[in-house]
């Protein structure tokens, strides 16, 4: 089982900047897909962006597109989740998440990190 962490989080103005990374503590998780989801009090969680285990297809939410990049480090250890032009619309609990597939489906993922927060004030 991994043990994914979360960092990176924090508060910003609107229309800032964010760089979120998740990491495994114990290993390298190079040959899983990985997502970035999250969750807003009272809502559902929510898919943000997923990339493959090669890092060569990414996918996005309609949301974010244009707005967040998903990349994955050079020796495929770490995920991160660049974050422009933030609103605050994307106020939430953010996750990483890893599967065998980047798909947008919270259930399709095994492994979950603890979140990290991401407030944007307007």
């Known amino acids: 089982q991994m043990h994914l962490v979360e960092s990176g989080g924090g508060l910003v103005q609107a229309g800032g900047s964010l760089r979120l990374s998740c990491a495994d503590s114990g290993r390298a998780f190079n040959s899983y897909a990985m997502g970035w989801f999250r969750q807003a009090p009272g809502k559902e969680r929510e898919f943000v962006a997923a990339?493959?285990?090669?890092?060569?297809?990414?996918y996005y939410a309609d949301s974010v597109k244009g707005r967040f990049t998903i990349s994955r480090g050079d020796a495929k250890n770490a995920v991160a989740l660049q974050m422009k032009n933030l609103r605050p619309e994307d106020t939430a609990l953010y996750y990483c998440?890893?599967?065998?597939?980047?798909?947008?489906?919270?259930?399709?993922?095994?492994?979950w990190g603890q979140g990290t927060q991401v407030t944007v004030s307007s």
């Open positions: 998440a890893a599967g065998f597939y980047p798909r947008q489906v919270a259930g399709e993922y095994n492994d």
């Open positions: 990339i493959n285990w090669s890092g060569t297809t990414t």
